[in-house]
């Protein structure tokens, strides 16, 4: 009676884990047919969204299990595509629904292209490191307010433009006086290791302003043909080419 409670017990808990295998969808590649069928089975169960990223994942397994092409990647990769779908239901048999999705997903990150705003902030970042701006204060005219900057050229080659950012506070109010950023060409330039002061008239700033405080930054540069570094604001009659000139 013990055995055979045993063998009952055993019999359920197969049943059981076949069970559970046989909610995970696998390519089926008994025959060039059955892998078909299979692989409709699973492309159907998929929602709009998985679709594109099974397909990705499906044509990457084909060809990186196939193995003659072991450790070949890019063009020489893709060479081997048709020998590797005429032997997919061999080289596929067993796998998973859910390994084919995860392939997919990895595809299709290491397609997706970098972030602009993670490119221009990069670009940004070590221009700062570069460009120095010191020295930066307002001070009224008979117009009004000017902002001055002292800008040092620490890159290896001359500047004819600078976009520069800028705020305006006084300590213990919560609103700046202005908060924004100016683009100006320089006449002249500032060539390698060279210190310019520069100034402009900034509005809306009014009299009552007193106390003032004022922080810059530098965000863009133009070379001497006037062609920008981090290019992500474009400026009316500069060259809307990219500088080939590097951060440093």
């Not at 995860?102 to 972030?115: I, K, L, W």
């Not at 009299?207 to 405080?213: E, G, S, Y």
């Given at each position: 009676m013990k055995a055979f409670s045993i063998v009952i017990v055993g019999f359920f808990f197969l049943a059981f884990?076949?069970?559970?295998?046989?909610?995970e969808l696998t390519i089926d590649g008994t025959t060039k047919e059955t892998f078909a069928a299979s692989t409709k089975a699973i492309a159907d169960s998929l929602s709009p969204e998985e679709k594109p990223i099974f397909q990705a994942g499906l044509l990457n397994l084909i060809v990186t299990r196939y193995p003659p092409a072991s450790g070949a990647t890019g063009l020489a990769l893709l060479a081997f595509m048709p020998?590797?779908?005429?032997?997919?239901?061999?080289t596929m048999n067993g796998v998973t629904k859910s390994e084919i999705l995860?392939?997919?997903?990895?595809?299709?990150?290491?397609?997706?292209?970098?972030?602009p705003k993670a490119n221009f902030s990069a670009l940004r970042s070590c221009l700062q490191q570069h460009v120095l701006i010191t020295n930066a204060r307002?001070?009224?005219?008979?117009?009004g307010?000017?902002?001055?900057?002292?800008?040092?050229?620490?890159l290896v080659w001359p500047i004819s433009f600078v976009q520069i950012g800028y705020k305006v506070t006084t300590q213990g109010r919560s609103v700046p006086w202005a908060n924004d950023n100016f683009?100006?060409?320089?006449s002249g330039g500032i060539e390698p290791g060279e210190m310019r002061e520069i100034s402009t008239n900034v509005f809306g700033i009014p009299?009552?302003?007193?106390?003032?405080?004022t922080k810059a930054e530098i965000l863009d540069v133009a070379d001497a043909e006037e062609r920008h570094l981090v290019g992500e604001v474009h400026f009316l009659g500069n060259s809307d080419?990219?500088?080939p000139h590097r951060c440093e």
């Open positions: 884990t076949f069970g559970c295998l046989a909610n020998q590797a779908a005429e032997v997919a239901h061999i995860a392939r997919g997903q990895e595809v299709q990150f290491a397609r997706a292209p970098p972030s307002t001070e009224r005219d008979g117009i307010v000017l902002i001055k900057v002292e800008v040092t050229n620490n683009g100006m060409n320089i009299r009552i302003a007193n106390d003032l405080t080419q990219p500088s």
